[in-house]
């Protein structure tokens, strides 16, 4: 199995930043691609950034230029730092990571249990 631990979110003003953790652990053969999606209240999850093994990234187009995705390949940990946060980006911020146990193996979606952003003066 792969847990996923996010930590990082809180509170924070219009304009401001905030930087997401997450750590993988587990008996870990390979982690494909890792990444943030989020939800807020009343509507559907949505993903916000992800990082492959290689690094290549992905962004969705509300956050595009706000957010930076990166990752610690060595230490199986993806960070998000957000910054001039908007208060349309309070969420919940979920951690997910395509990950395989074993070598051949397809890899298999893993969730975080979230951490809550809230933007607001």
């Known amino acids: 199995q792969v847990q996923l631990v996010e930590s990082g979110g809180g509170l924070v003003q219009p304009g401001g930043s905030l930087r997401l953790s997450c750590a993988a652990s587990?008996?870990?053969?390979?982690?494909?691609?890792m990444g943030w999606y989020r939800q807020a209240p009343g509507k559907q999850r949505e993903l916000v950034a992800a990082?492959?093994?290689?690094?290549?990234?992905n962004y969705a187009d509300s956050v595009t230029g706000r957010f930076t995705v990166s990752r610690d390949n060595a230490k199986n940990t993806v960070y998000l730092q957000m910054n001039s946060l908007k208060p349309e980006d309070t969420a919940v911020y979920y951690c997910?990571?395509?990950?395989?146990?074993?070598?051949?193996?397809?890899?298999?979606?893993?969730w975080g249990k979230g951490t809550l952003v809230t933007v607001s003066s």
């Open positions: 587990g008996s870990i053969f390979s982690i494909y691609a």
């Open positions: 990082i492959t093994s290689g690094g290549s990234t």
């Open positions: 997910h990571a395509i990950a395989t146990l074993f070598e051949g193996y397809s890899g298999m979606d893993y």
